[in-house]
């Protein structure tokens, strides 16, 4: 019981820490960019290593799927879920360009690349970032 309660503690500490106004401000200019870009008709692409990129898969699948409410399919897609493309690129190239090369691929003007790490460290990520950018490809990173 006690560690229940730890827990949940815990959460409710880390949503007073997200309540704080500049964490508002980042969260409302992220969904800010997001909207823009699916009125556009461009697309959201997600990304993330280990239980990042389980975050990638189910946000992206939320967006292409029905969430809350019926509505249209979003254009969303997790780079974090081609497995192929992934160990291809792995292979042929680097493990630190398996997010890059897939932007360069399909990663367009005004999309938009969620990308989401816990150490903020991770090569990928960053790579991935920096090329998004040079793309012109709007960017938030988590």
């Keep these: ?12 500490e880390n949503f007073l820490l997200l309540n704080k106004s500049k964490n508002i401000i980042a969260i409302n200019d992220a969904i ?10 461009n697309k959201i692409m997600f990304c993330g290593n280990g239980g990042s990129a389980s975050d990638s898969e189910h946000i992206s699948a939320e967006l ?5 409410k019926k509505r249209k399919s979003y254009s969303a897609i997790s780079l974090s879920s081609n497995i192929s493309a ?3 690129i792995a292979n042929d190239y680097n493990f630190s360009d398996i997010f890059s090369r897939q ?5 367009k003007k005004n999309d ?9 460290k991770s090569k990928n990520i960053i790579k991935a970032l920096l090329t998004a950018r040079k793309k012109k490809i709007n960017t938030i990173f988590l």
């Excluded at 932007?103 to 990663?107: C, K, M, P, S, V």
């Excluded at 938009?112 to 903020?120: E, K, N, P, Q, Y």
Aim: positive net charge; without cysteine.
């Design 32 to 41: 800010k960019l997001i909207i823009i870009a699916l009125k556009k008709k």
């Design 64 to 68: 292409i799927g029905r969430y809350l």
């Design 112 to 120: 938009v690349l969620f990308a989401i790490s816990t150490s903020g």
């Design 103 to 107: 932007i360069e691929g399909i990663g």
């Design 86 to 88: 992934m160990t291809a």
């Design 1 to 12: 019981m006690r560690e229940i309660s730890k827990q949940i503690k815990l959460i409710s």
